[in-house]
């Protein structure tokens, strides 16, 4: 059965009672009323490429949250739908990318043991690498999805880790990176590290980012929430 990818005007996503249930334009919309969570909208801008917009609803919970996002790129649009769970842990990501004659879809799941599969679907000719896990050994045991030019999957480690009220030593983390726009899936080891706590008069926490792949650093600056509200040379948040 052909599946068409998630697109923007008919993104949908049902997940338990403890997060936000969004249909598209063929129905109505139901945020849960569970007063433990918080659902907020969030867009950034693109910090080197003010074109790319990138848009999310997340739902937040004590220790896990659940989003639903949207990006625009110069020549391909994408739509995902994340759920973590206990301990902001992955436990499934949706991604569809459209470009002009192709498109493609990946899911991607986490089992409680940490073991990761995926199943992805193609339409049209694109000048891409195939979808889906390229060696799914390399990332078993990992925690967290990465989904390329994303802010919000930062926001996973950062709570697990307690960043927002620490600042410690570098913790060395393996994920599951998710590359724009042909959803291939491959290692990244990465490193987080608290800068600076979380201060209410700033409002705002500052968290350093290391990709150990490609020699890259920047220090994320962050909400009460642990959501991006800087990435330096990625993302700026707007008001």
Not at 151 to 173: E, F, K, Q, W, Y
Request: glycine share 8%; charged share 25%.
């Amino acid at each position: 059965m052909t599946r068409r990818p998630l697109a923007p005007s008919s993104l949908r996503a049902s997940v338990d009672a403890r997060t936000v249930t969004i249909t598209g334009d063929d129905g109505g919309g139901a945020v849960s009323t569970n007063p433990a969570e918080r659902t907020r909208f969030v867009a950034w801008s693109g910090d080197e490429d003010p074109d790319r917009l990138e848009a999310v609803t997340i739902t937040l919970a004590a220790d896990r949250f659940s989003a639903l996002g949207t990006s625009r790129a110069a020549d391909y649009t994408t739509s995902w739908a994340l759920e973590t769970g206990s301990g902001w842990v992955t436990e499934r990501l949706e991604v569809g990318v459209t470009g002009l004659g192709w498109w493609r879809h990946l899911t991607l799941v986490r089992d409680p043991a940490g073991h990761w599969t995926s199943e992805a679907e193609t339409e049209g000719e694109a000048d891409l690498p195939s979808p889906g896990i390229v060696d799914a050994a390399s990332i078993d045991g990992a925690n967290d999805c990465d989904l390329a030019l994303c802010p919000v999957t930062n926001s996973m480690p950062i709570l697990r880790l307690g960043l927002l009220d620490a600042v410690g030593p570098a913790t060395a983390l393996v994920m599951a990176w998710v590359d724009l726009p042909s959803l291939q899936v491959i290692r990244s080891d990465q490193v987080y590290s608290g800068v600076r706590s979380f201060d209410a008069e700033v409002g705002s926490a500052v968290v350093r980012y290391e990709s150990a792949n490609r020699a890259f650093m920047a220090d994320l600056t962050v909400d009460e929430d642990g959501v991006v509200i800087d990435y330096p040379w990625l993302a700026k948040r707007l008001e």
